[in-house]
């Protein structure tokens, strides 16, 4: 059974650029949420995806975008990129939705923004 | 909204002590769900223990355990025997159930840098 993969570990842009994050959900896995894990800080939600549909957003602008493929994988995309921006991106995925499902984190992109 | 406060931003022992993390919530939620991660230098989250807010029994997991009071909104993780490899960042974290509608996602706090010292 293959983890939650992400992809790169690193990257390094410039205010304004756009950038895109991907997300390889555990075998299985037809949900995933995103977080932003900022330096010093827990992470916080930015959204959810469930059978390619978006399932819940946390308090981020709508510069905060993203997808999920037929195969569960899943991309989150940053336009007009901030300083603030720079930080630690989570995709975590579960088996579904229920009244409680374990998630199952990747080990994150780190996000560098100039 | 919920809240999830880490009092403790650093915590050192020896090896083979025991420690206790300290984790405060605010919710207005009856039911729900909170957690304790553990993230090593790694950077992967991984989940420690999980306690069911309906349960009053306190959940256990090895060395790890919790100190649950819903009156009092208080998780603390109880790490017994510790070992160098328990050193990480340690979140607490808070979930309500999906209900139906879009999902919050887990609420975490700032975390707690547990160091196990030789």
């Known amino acids: 059974e293959t983890g939650v993969t992400q992809s790169p570990t690193h990257l390094i842009k410039t205010r304004g650029q756009q950038v895109t994050l991907r997300c390889s959900s555990q075998s299985g896995h037809n949900t995933v949420s995103w977080y932003q894990q900022a330096l010093g800080q827990g992470p916080q939600f930015i959204f959810q995806y469930y059978r390619e549909e978006e399932n819940g957003r946390g308090n981020f602008p709508p510069r905060f975008s993203g997808l999920q493929f037929p195969n569960y994988s899943s991309e989150l995309n940053v336009n007009a990129l901030e300083l603030d921006d720079s930080a630690l991106y989570l995709c975590?995925?579960?088996?579904?939705?229920?009244?409680?499902?374990?998630?199952?984190f990747g080990p994150g992109t780190r996000l560098t923004v100039t | 909204a919920q809240t999830v406060t880490q009092s403790q931003p650093e915590m050192s022992v020896q090896e083979a002590e025991t420690v206790t993390l300290s984790c405060t919530y605010d919710?207005?939620?009856?039911?729900?769900?909170l957690f304790w991660y553990k993230q090593p230098p790694s950077r992967q989250m991984i989940l420690v223990i999980r306690?069911?807010?309906?349960?009053?029994q306190n959940a256990t997991e090895n060395r790890f355990s919790v100190n649950f009071q819903k009156a009092a909104k208080s998780f603390s993780l109880k790490i017994s025997d510790s070992q160098l490899g328990d050193t990480a960042m340690y979140f607490c974290a808070f979930m309500k159930p999906y209900s139906g509608g879009g999902a919050d996602g887990l609420t975490f706090g700032k975390g707690t840098h547990l160091i196990i010292q030789p």
């Open positions: 306690q069911e807010a309906y349960k009053q």
């Open positions: 975590a995925s579960s088996p579904g939705r229920s009244l409680y499902v374990e998630q199952y």
């Open positions: 919710t207005s939620e009856n039911n729900y769900y």
